[in-house]
């Protein structure tokens, strides 16, 4: 090696010229720069050469250590120099001083610090919810199978068939694709599909009894607790006024609180439920009570529910020259459902024609006995006009309230139900209360659904303050919501606004929740009759896109209510937004993008909405009575339907024989049944076969061309493009004719439209 480096031009030098010559310390340097290196080499002492000549090395290198260097001596430091340092370099505390956390103190150099709940830990969070995800998932995938599986009318979504089978959703998809029928996870199945996939899984299907109507005006809550017991106070009793339409139930409410209210009612119907507070002189002392007014039309079911579930006692108003009707009926039944005492008001005595002994037999078909029959029901003639027996109703209405002994703690936070709700463009959101317990003050913070906020201003019924708050019994508008909570809803005070919005924020994510499920199964129902409609094609259902405005959200409730009551085996409605409020620009573009129509009741939209709805082509109709909304509904769904061509029979022939030759061929026939009329549609039947459809071109009578040939008459026929006639050939003809479709697959196709020419 030492050669090789020699022989290249290398120098030889002494790394170390102090050293002893005897011990000699070099280095053999070559290179530059950066690149340089150095192999350290013992040298044989004393031999030096000139320049020509090579210097002898050892052929085995050693590695050698440097001489050491004794280092200058230095001044000592000033000791007030060394202090200073100390202070200004401390040890890095233990503890986290302020603005650091205690993960960070006590680091070493250059040790990289925990952030806590960032990086890495939020990925393993992550991670573990992910897995807990899945478990869940695994776990309702291993849920027991259901033995008897009951469906009702509306069917059963993917995801939940799928629970009840204990399987996943790709199993129920599956069996129905080796079915024939596709489905996606978001449809839902109607009760044939259903009975069809779990008979795979050898489940059993039952029809689920629908609810009575009844059921809806049970009382669900008791506010009264055990800890009220020592608190319990009189209170004024909840009356509720219901009947049918047109019986005059508003009108017997404007007379004892000498008011006109039917007067500004649309249609002259009550379309929302009114509360009123009245003082009443019975025996001549005054005394309070709650009127509670429902509407009587057919669509608001669940309006007088809910009246009859807050109630204390129910007067159900019969017009006495018109007797029972389907709403009294109702009436009885959700009075009965809610276990409170009835009255019953035989109103317009005043009129011709009235006759309370028919009304009083067919109350008692209904199972309601007068007192003076033996039974325990107060049956009242009135005049809501004249004021005729309205003292008797009164005292009859009072006495039920005395003897119930009506009581409630009224030293406790408030609670009740929500009567009604609705948007004011000037106050916002208006919610009308019934305190049922409690006492509701300003200021307190109200939780109503996924409603909440602090009440701005409590009102009388009349609209006026009130400053010492309202006890139970009593009927009030609360102002300071953040939304307009649905009516039904039950409301209560809470501690403070941090558990007020926790729990409206979970009621809020529900409601999200079962509206995209609305909006995505809606009109996508898996049906075995539209299957087979379509020819095995899985053709979807048509759908009619809604957003529905209304003036109070009980009017909403009402509205869908009666929509989903139509017919929907063809055209199905789906409600992309169903709200209390005016109707905005926001609506009309969410029905242009969704190819829908505007719908308000009650809430006429600003000339604004209006000229931008026009501009974008979206219908907007605006309606202020029910049913003309509904019948406006059902034509627009009509509307959808295309017309289908029916074939009418007209009648049938026999061929006898056959006469001519080549394509001039025609038919020698009689007319056994109906009649035979030129250009019908006819079908040539050979031995139970179609073989040929077509128009009857040629009738002839004899000789002469006819069109028409009646039962039992010989005849001559001729169809074009074909000639294949054969005796004892049968001729099927038939009249084409348009039809409408009705929106039921029950109910025959309706208004038949001439063919046009």
Same mark, same amino acid.
């Given at each position: @090696?030492?050669?090789?480096?020699?022989?290249?031009?290398?120098? =030889? %030098?002494?790394?170390?010229?102090?050293?002893?010559?005897?011990?000699?310390?070099?280095?053999?340097?070559?290179?530059?720069?950066?690149?340089?290196?150095?192999?350290?080499?013992?040298?044989?002492?004393?031999?030096?050469?000139?320049?020509?000549?090579?210097? %002898?090395?050892?052929?085995?290198?050693?590695?050698?250590?440097?001489?050491?260097?004794?280092?200058?001596?230095?001044?000592?430091?000033?000791?007030?120099?060394?202090?200073?340092?100390?202070?200004?370099?401390?040890?890095?505390?233990?503890?986290? /001083?302020? $603005?650091?956390?205690?993960?960070?103190?006590?680091?070493?150099?250059?040790?990289? /610090?925990?952030?806590?709940?960032?990086?890495?830990?939020?990925?393993?969070?992550?991670?573990?919810?992910?897995?807990?995800?899945?478990?869940?998932?695994?776990?309702?995938?291993?849920?027991?199978?259901? &033995?008897?599986?009951?469906?009702?009318?509306?069917?059963?979504?993917?995801?939940?068939?799928?629970?009840?089978?204990?399987?996943?959703?790709?199993?129920? !998809?599956?069996?129905?694709? @080796?079915?024939?029928?596709?489905?996606?996870?978001?449809?839902?199945?109607?009760?044939?599909?259903?009975?069809?996939?779990?008979?795979?899984?050898?489940?059993?299907?039952?029809?689920?009894?629908?609810?009575?109507?009844?059921?809806?005006?049970?009382?669900?809550?008791?506010? !009264?607790?055990?800890?009220?017991?020592?608190?319990?106070?009189?209170?004024?009793?909840?009356?509720?006024?219901?009947?049918?339409?047109?019986?005059?139930?508003?009108?017997?409410?404007?007379? !004892?609180?000498?008011?006109?209210?039917?007067?500004?009612?649309?249609?002259?119907?009550?379309?929302?439920?009114?509360?009123?507070?009245?003082?009443?002189?019975?025996?001549?002392?005054?005394?309070?009570?709650?009127?509670?007014?429902?509407?009587?039309?057919?669509?608001?079911?669940?309006?007088?529910?809910?009246?009859?579930?807050?109630?204390? #006692?129910?007067?159900?108003?019969?017009?006495?020259?018109?007797?029972?009707?389907?709403?009294? +009926?109702?009436?009885?039944?959700?009075?009965?459902?809610?276990?409170?005492?009835?009255?019953?008001? +035989?109103?317009?005595?005043?009129?011709?024609?009235?006759?309370?002994?028919?009304?009083?037999?067919?109350?008692?078909?209904?199972?309601?006995? /007068?007192?003076?029959?033996?039974?325990?029901?107060? @049956?009242?003639?009135?005049?809501?006009?004249?004021?005729?027996?309205?003292?008797?109703?009164?005292?009859? #209405?009072?006495?039920?309230?005395?003897?119930?002994?009506?009581?409630?703690?009224?030293?406790?936070?408030?609670?009740?139900?929500?009567?009604?709700?609705?948007?004011?463009?000037?106050?916002?959101?208006?919610?009308?209360?019934?305190?049922?317990?409690?006492?509701?003050?300003?200021?307190? @913070?109200?939780?109503?659904?996924?409603?909440?906020?602090?009440?701005?201003?409590?009102?009388?019924?009349?609209?006026?303050?009130?400053?010492?708050?309202?006890?139970?019994?009593?009927?009030?508008?609360?102002?300071?919501?953040?939304?307009?909570?649905?009516?039904?809803?039950?409301?209560? *005070?809470?501690?403070?606004?941090?558990?007020?919005?926790?729990?409206?924020?979970?009621?809020?994510?529900?409601?999200?929740?079962?509206?995209?499920?609305?909006?995505?199964?809606?009109?996508?129902?898996?049906?075995?009759?539209?299957?087979?409609?379509?020819?095995?094609? $899985?053709? &979807?259902?048509?759908?009619?896109?809604?957003?529905?405005?209304?003036?109070?959200?009980?009017?909403?409730?009402?509205?869908?209510?009666?929509?989903?009551?139509?017919?929907?085996?063809?055209?199905?409605?789906?409600?992309?937004?169903?709200?209390?409020?005016?109707?905005?620009?926001?609506?009309?573009?969410?029905?242009?993008?969704?190819?829908?129509?505007?719908?308000?009741?009650?809430?006429?939209?600003?000339?604004? *909405? &209006?000229?931008?709805?026009?501009?974008?082509?979206?219908?907007?109709?605006?309606?202020?009575?029910?049913?003309?909304?509904?019948?406006?509904?059902?034509?627009?769904?009509?509307? =959808?339907?295309?017309?289908?061509?029916?074939?009418? /029979?007209?009648?049938?022939?026999? *061929?006898?024989?056959?006469?001519?030759? $080549?394509?001039?061929?025609?038919?020698?026939?009689?007319?056994?049944?109906?009649?035979?009329?030129?250009?019908?549609?006819?079908?040539?039947?050979?031995?139970? &076969?179609?073989?040929?459809?077509?128009?009857?071109?040629?009738?002839?009578?004899?000789?002469?061309?006819?069109?028409?040939?009646?039962?039992?008459?010989?005849?001559?026929?001729?169809?074009?493009?074909?000639?294949?006639?054969?005796?004892?050939?049968?001729?099927?003809?038939?009249?084409?004719?348009?039809?409408?479709?009705?929106?039921?697959?029950?109910?025959?196709?309706?208004?038949?439209?001439?063919?046009?020419?």
């Amino acid at each position: @090696m030492a050669a090789s480096l020699f022989n290249k031009g290398l120098k =030889l %030098t002494n790394s170390y010229p102090n050293a002893p010559n005897t011990a000699g310390l070099s280095q053999v340097a070559f290179g530059r720069g950066s690149a340089a290196r150095a192999v350290k080499l013992r040298v044989v002492a004393g031999e030096e050469e000139d320049d020509s000549s090579s210097a %002898t090395l050892t052929t085995k290198p050693v590695l050698i250590q440097k001489p050491k260097i004794t280092p200058k001596p230095q001044a000592a430091k000033p000791a007030a120099r060394t202090e200073r340092r100390k202070a200004i370099i401390k040890p890095r505390p233990k503890e986290a /001083p302020a $603005g650091r956390t205690a993960k960070t103190a006590g680091l070493r150099p250059f040790q990289r /610090p925990n952030f806590g709940d960032g990086g890495a830990k939020s990925r393993q969070k992550g991670r573990a919810e992910k897995k807990a995800r899945i478990a869940a998932r695994n776990e309702s995938e291993k849920s027991e199978k259901v &033995e008897i599986l009951e469906v009702g009318e509306s069917g059963m979504s993917v995801a939940e068939l799928a629970v009840a089978l204990a399987i996943n959703e790709a199993e129920v !998809i599956k069996t129905l694709f @080796m079915k024939g029928i596709m489905a996606s996870i978001t449809q839902t199945l109607d009760p044939d599909a259903v009975k069809l996939v779990a008979e795979e899984f050898e489940v059993e299907v039952l029809d689920e009894v629908e609810a009575a109507v009844e059921d809806a005006a049970k009382k669900v809550i008791e506010y !009264i607790d055990e800890a009220d017991l020592d608190y319990l106070t009189e209170r004024p009793p909840v009356c509720t006024i219901m009947g049918h339409v047109d019986h005059g139930k508003t009108s017997l409410l404007d007379y !004892i609180r000498k008011s006109k209210v039917r007067a500004t009612e649309a249609g002259g119907i009550t379309q929302a439920i009114g509360a009123y507070q009245v003082e009443v002189e019975v025996g001549g002392e005054l005394k309070t009570a709650t009127f509670l007014d429902t509407p009587g039309h057919e669509a608001f079911s669940a309006m007088r529910a809910r009246g009859a579930r807050v109630t204390d #006692m129910t007067i159900i108003v019969v017009a006495a020259d018109d007797g029972v009707k389907p709403q009294t +009926i109702e009436a009885v039944s959700h009075a009965k459902a809610a276990g409170v005492p009835i009255l019953v008001a +035989i109103n317009k005595m005043d009129k011709e024609g009235a006759n309370p002994e028919r009304v009083k037999q067919e109350l008692a078909e209904q199972g309601l006995l /007068p007192e003076e029959w033996g039974g325990d029901v107060p @049956m009242i003639p009135v005049s809501a006009q004249r004021g005729d027996g309205i003292d008797e109703l009164l005292e009859n #209405m009072m006495l039920q309230a005395e003897v119930a002994e009506l009581q409630a703690n009224a030293n406790r936070e408030a609670r009740g139900t929500v009567l009604e709700a609705y948007l004011d463009k000037n106050r916002g959101a208006t919610a009308n209360l019934l305190v049922q317990a409690g006492t509701l003050n300003p200021g307190d @913070m109200i939780l109503a659904g996924a409603a909440y906020g602090r009440a701005r201003a409590v009102m009388d019924h009349k609209g006026l303050p009130l400053e010492s708050g309202a006890g139970p019994s009593v009927p009030v508008q609360v102002l300071g919501l953040n939304g307009v909570p649905v009516a039904g809803d039950q409301w209560e *005070v809470c501690i403070d606004e941090s558990e007020a919005r926790s729990r409206a924020e979970a009621v809020a994510e529900e409601l999200r929740l079962a509206r995209i499920q609305e909006q995505s199964g809606g009109g996508s129902m898996v049906t075995l009759t539209g299957l087979a409609a379509s020819g095995g094609e $899985g053709e &979807e259902t048509i759908r009619l896109n809604i957003i529905l405005k209304a003036d109070t959200s009980g009017s909403v409730e009402a509205i869908k209510g009666a929509l989903n009551a139509l017919p929907q085996d063809k055209v199905m409605l789906r409600f992309l937004l169903a709200a209390a409020g005016d109707i905005t620009a926001s609506d009309v573009d969410l029905a242009s993008a969704s190819g829908g129509i505007v719908f308000g009741f009650n809430t006429p939209a600003p000339e604004a *909405v &209006e000229a931008y709805a026009k501009q974008q082509s979206v219908e907007m109709l605006s309606y202020s009575i029910i049913y003309d909304l509904i019948d406006e509904v059902r034509a627009a769904m009509q509307g =959808l339907l295309q017309p289908v061509v029916e074939k009418v /029979p007209l009648g049938e022939a026999d *061929v006898l024989a056959v006469f001519g030759s $080549g394509r001039s061929r025609v038919a020698g026939c009689v007319v056994t049944d109906g009649k035979l009329t030129k250009g019908c549609t006819v079908q040539v039947m050979r031995e139970e &076969e179609m073989i040929h459809e077509g128009l009857l071109s040629s009738l002839r009578r004899l000789k002469d061309n006819v069109k028409e040939v009646s039962q039992g008459t010989e005849c001559g026929a001729g169809c074009s493009g074909f000639a294949d006639w054969k005796e004892d050939d049968k001729i099927l003809a038939f009249e084409l004719v348009t039809k409408n479709q009705s929106l039921s697959k029950d109910e025959p196709n309706t208004e038949i439209v001439p063919e046009e020419e």
